[in-house]
Nanobody, 124 residues
């Protein structure tokens, strides 16, 4: 079992930055690929970024590439999402997810464990 708790969301002006954190409990974090997803109002949950268990491989949605950075600290059981140059289209609830023994999939159904989400609101 893996329990995930996101933090770091909030209200930010367009062009600003935020760093989301996802703290994991359980023994499988260091061998789990981790992903960030988001759900904007009226839209389906979508892939944002993923990172392999070692941190050596990352992937990003085209909409955030060059602005967002995913990273992890296995010693702290935490995965991060640094978000720069935020715009109104980034407003959403952001979720982290874990895929034990995964490689960093972009598909929601590959992830076994999910956090409750943290709200990010970007004002224009």
């Amino acid at each position: 079992q893996v329990q995930l708790v996101e933090s770091g969301g909030g209200l930010v002006q367009a062009g600003g930055s935020l760093r989301l954190s996802c703290a994991a409990s359980g023994r499988t974090f260091s061998t789990s690929a981790m992903g960030w997803f988001r759900r904007a109002p009226g839209k389906e949950r979508e892939f944002v970024a993923a990172i392999s268990w070692s941190g050596s491989s990352t992937s990003y949605a085209d909409s955030v590439k060059g602005r967002f950075t995913i990273s992890r600290d296995n010693a702290k059981n935490t995965v991060y999402l640094r978000m720069n140059s935020l715009n109104a289209e980034d407003t959403a609830v952001y979720y982290c997810a874990a895929h034990p023994w995964g490689l960093g999939s972009e598909a929601l159904y590959d992830y076994n464990y999910w956090g409750q989400g943290t709200q990010v609101t970007v004002s224009s």
